[in-house]
């Protein structure tokens, strides 16, 4: 470590970060923009930051940059930090393992945490049947696993995805995802068997869930044929694509189908899960009984650590030695899932997260009487969001309006908010802040939002 970055990290754990917003340089600031300069000598522009301001420190929800400036996280690094940044429990459970041992390969010597943490998931994700789970490293690692291990149970090729999907940046999952630019363009030849259904999405085709689920349904059956369909993914809130929530009736629908003929239902939780949406997993509030749960993101508040849990007889169709990884399961991350599982349940945060939810919608249903480029408000929990169109549309054509959407990123992260976007059509803004976030801090940082829109 050189030492300049030693005392960097000295300085942070110094100072305690008061939980407001502070702008106190230009952003980004001098000190980020010298790092943003070393940076792009040594980083290929591929690996692209939202908002390069570079962090020294983060507590709760709130970042503090090297300038000193502190920022309104809503983003909670996509959904990760969900019991909030640098949370006293989990930081003293991540030590206590560094303490006794960093690695040993699950699959060569085991250790208990492991276990734990899929005895915490197949008790918390929907479904009332014996489930077994293997930890690997990131979300599109656990989509992987998803995909091989219901293609080996069924013996099928086949694997649908919805319109609007994201699911990573591994082979595979580029070609599950349903925008090709940024995550495709140009990284082909992609996997094959890969189809791209038609999804529920209230706000721009207004059908019912039972209509939505028929159109994917008859999708399914005549382009691919249930014979050979080995699994339907599905993220029952979507969240690249820009937080579409399906229509009542839509996810038990399918699920009637899947179930009718033998496909495995694959619930892609990675964003919605670990209590972002206010329960623990969002298939609950659409009556969702999923075969196989994705977890990742929030599993280990940064820790990097993902999951498949699923029923037994699924997960088990995979041989000895064909599942696994040299860091998936690590003790270190899955010493601090048990303790984001025991934080969720010790704090009460699916309350907090549904509290979150009402402080927001008010918030921005307030803004959409006021602004009529606010198409439509949509999510749970603290995954909601807005999606925006060109002024004088909401009620005809709803044209995406992105441009508003890049402006009000701009205007609220120069004012000490981070706030993210997302969609298809990249105009949605995501608010996807930690459960630890007070009333307090997100009524500021709407407040900052509605002198963005008053600007525009
Ligand atoms: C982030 C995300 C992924 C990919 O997870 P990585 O850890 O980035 O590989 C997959 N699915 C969904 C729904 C996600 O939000």
């Given at each position: 470590m050189t030492d300049a970055l030693l005392e960097t990290l000295s300085a942070s754990s110094a100072q305690p970060i008061e939980p407001r917003r502070e702008v106190v340089t230009a952003i980004p600031g001098p000190k980020s923009q010298a790092l943003h300069e070393r940076r792009v000598k040594v980083v290929p522009p591929g690996v692209h930051s939202v908002l390069p301001v570079y962090i020294e420190a983060a507590n709760g929800a709130v970042l503090r940059d090297v300038d000193g400036n502190q920022f309104i996280d809503l983003g909670a690094g996509i959904g990760v930090t969900t019991v909030g940044h640098t949370r006293?429990?989990?930081?003293?459970?991540?030590?206590?393992?560094?303490d006794s041992f960093l690695h040993t390969l699950f699959t060569i010597t085991p250790y208990e945490s492991y276990v734990r943490v899929a005895e915490l998931l197949a008790q918390h994700t929907p479904g009332d049947f014996e489930k077994h789970t293997v930890l690997v490293n990131s979300g599109?690692?656990?989509?992987?696993?998803?995909?091989k291990i219901a293609r080996k149970y069924t013996g099928r090729r086949a694997v649908a995805v919805l319109e609007h999907a994201y699911h990573g940046r591994t082979n595979l999952?580029?070609?599950?995802?349903?925008?090709?630019?940024?995550?495709a363009t140009g990284f082909?030849?992609?996997?094959g068997d890969v189809f791209h259904a038609p999804s529920s999405y209230p706000y721009r085709d207004g059908l019912s869930g039972e209509e939505a689920a028929a159109r994917t349904i008859a999708y399914l059956e005549k382009r691919i044929g249930a014979s050979d369909l080995a699994a339907l993914v599905v993220e029952p809130i979507q969240g690249e694509g820009g937080f579409q929530t399906p229509?009542?009736?839509?996810?038990p629908a399918l699920q009637e189908w899947t179930t009718r003929n033998g496909v495995v239902l694959i619930a892609d939780e990675i964003q919605s899960g670990m209590g972002r949406t206010g329960r623990w997993f969002a298939s609950e509030h659409f009556g969702l009984v999923p075969d196989l749960v994705l977890s990742a993101k929030g599993i280990a508040a940064g820790l990097p650590l993902a999951g498949v849990t699923g029923r037994a007889e699924i997960m088990d169709a995979a041989q000895p030695g064909g599942l696994g990884?040299?860091?998936?399961?690590?003790p270190v991350a899955a010493a601090a899932s048990v303790a984001v599982f025991?934080?969720?349940e010790r704090d009460g945060l699916l309350a907090e997260a549904a509290r979150i939810e009402k402080t927001l919608t008010r918030g921005l249903t307030a803004l959409q009487e006021r602004f009529d480029i606010i198409g439509d408000i949509r999510g749970r929990g603290a995954m909601m969001a807005i999606e925006l169109v060109q002024p004088g549309t909401a009620q005809t054509t709803k044209a995406p309006n992105q441009e508003a959407v890049n402006a009000l990123a701009a205007h609220a992260a120069q004012n000490g908010v981070l706030v993210l976007t997302a969609g298809t059509?990249?105009?949605?803004?995501?608010?996807?802040?930690?459960?630890?976030?007070s009333d307090e801090l997100l009524e500021d940082a709407l407040g900052v939002l509605a002198d963005g829109f008053a600007a525009l």
């Open positions: 006293e429990a989990v930081v003293d459970a991540a030590k206590a393992q560094l599109a690692e656990a989509v992987e696993n998803g995909v999952t580029m070609a599950m995802n349903y925008k090709a630019a940024p995550y082909g030849p992609f996997a229509a009542e009736g839509y996810l990884g040299t860091f998936g399961g690590n025991e934080l969720i059509w990249g105009n949605v803004l995501r608010f996807l802040p930690s459960l630890a976030i």
